[in-house]
T-cell receptor
Framework: AQSVAQPEDQVNVAEGNPLTVKCTYS??????LFWYVQYPNRGLQFLLK??????LVKGSYGFEAEFNKSQTSFHLKKPSALVSDSALYFC???????????FGDGTTLTVKP | DTGVSQDPRHKITKRGQNVTFRCDPI?????LYWYRQTLGQGPEFLTY????????KSRLLSDRFSAERPKGSFSTLEIQRTEQGDSAMYLC???????????FGPGTRLTVL
């Protein structure tokens, strides 16, 4: 079985400050990990993924995420938040031996000017 | 536009009626996924195909739900004898499988009266 937890329903940050959106996961094997973003009235868009290799992965719009195997976490980060980053963010996990992905319930990020 | 498309975008139906949704994936993608999303929740896996083969179906999916991908291209999701609890956004995604990300369509919003 696989699962994802996004412990924060909402994250609020000021523009220009660093942001972190948390994600922890559980899989029986090795994970593929993904972050997706959903803007209002738009479909989900892929941000970044961890497959193997470097624990720090970089993605679109200046976002990055760090894979931590011992803590089973894959937190999304950005050094300097923009108002336009305000959206709903989803973490997803897929066991490397599985076909389906499991999504978290999402975290609403609000960046205030 | 070469993205994933879904039709219709909105569907209002009366309880007990059957509905069918269509998804056209990105042409070179061999995997196609169906999810259901309700307010405040992440996408919930329903089923997925590799080419024309349906490889996995969620145990949460009742026998009223059926999906096909007859030629390994577009897919249809049918819900028979709709219930009010079926009201949700139905999302389709396509991808290349393994560690590759999924590309989501805009979704079909179903309202069952």
């Amino acid at each position: 079985a696989q699962s994802v937890a996004q412990p924060e329903d909402q994250v609020n940050v000021a523009e220009g400050n660093p942001l972190t959106v948390k994600c922890t996961y559980s899989v029986s094997g090795n994970p593929y990990l993904f972050w997706y973003v959903q803007y209002p009235n738009r479909g989900l868009q892929f941000l970044l993924k961890y497959i193997t290799g470097d624990n720090l992965v970089k993605g679109s719009y200046g976002f990055e995420a760090e894979f931590n195997k011992s803590q089973t976490s894959f937190h999304l980060k950005k050094p300097s938040a923009l108002v336009s980053d305000s959206a709903l963010y989803f973490c997803a996990v897929r066991d490397t031996n599985a076909g389906k992905s499991t999504f978290g319930d999402g975290t609403t990020l609000t960046v205030k000017p | 536009d070469t993205g994933v498309s879904q039709d219709p975008r909105h569907k209002i139906t009366k309880r007990g009626q059957n509905v069918t949704f269509r998804c056209d994936p990105i042409s070179e993608h061999n995997r196609l996924y169906w999810y259901r999303q309700t307010l405040g929740q992440g996408p919930e896996f329903l089923t997925y195909f590799q080419n024309e083969a349906q490889l996995e179906k969620s145990r949460l999916l009742s026998d009223r739900f059926s999906a096909e991908r007859p030629k390994g291209s577009f897919s249809t999701l049918e819900i028979q004898r709709t219930e009010q609890g079926d009201s949700a956004m139905y999302l389709c995604a396509s991808g290349r499988g393994d560690g590759n990300e999924q590309f989501f369509g805009p979704g079909t919003r179903l309202t069952v009266l």
